[in-house]
């Protein structure tokens, strides 16, 4: 079992981009899948997680209403769109699967990461 994050990169303020986790050996609706993010020098931030067989989503107050998860789970991928960023939002992002929420211990199952880098 392993995700694998890809759609990092360098954008400037204000820009998107779209990163994508595929995920093997489960389908989407075994388990919670969350974005969590790492910036530099600091520990591990949980951004949003969705379960997609409650149909459930949430994101953490910083990124509401500028990132959207989602699920293909035709592709067996989960997504985050991420709009409006910002320089605080510079970090490197992963995405776990079976876990609780954003509860960073409870995941077992976790990406190599993508770099996200916001310049102002």
């Known amino acids: 079992v392993q995700p694998v994050e890809s759609g990092g990169g360098l954008v400037q303020a204000g820009g998107s981009l779209r990163l994508s986790c595929a995920v093997s050996?489960?389908?989407?609706?075994?388990?919670?899948i969350a974005w969590f993010r790492q910036a530099p020098g600091k520990g591990y931030e949980g951004v949003s997680y969705?379960?997609?067989?409650?149909?459930?989503?949430y994101y953490i107050d910083s990124v509401k209403g500028r990132f959207t998860i989602s699920s293909d789970n035709a592709a067996n991928t989960v997504y985050l769109q991420m709009s409006s960023l910002k320089p605080e939002d510079t970090a490197d992002y992963y995405c776990?699967?079976?876990?609780?929420?954003?509860?960073?211990?409870?995941?077992?199952?976790w990406g190599q990461g993508t770099q996200v880098t916001v310049s102002s």
């Open positions: 776990a699967a079976g876990g609780y929420k954003l509860e960073n211990p409870t995941y077992d199952y």
């Open positions: 050996g489960f389908t989407l609706d075994e388990y919670t």
């Open positions: 969705i379960t997609t067989s409650e149909s459930s989503t």
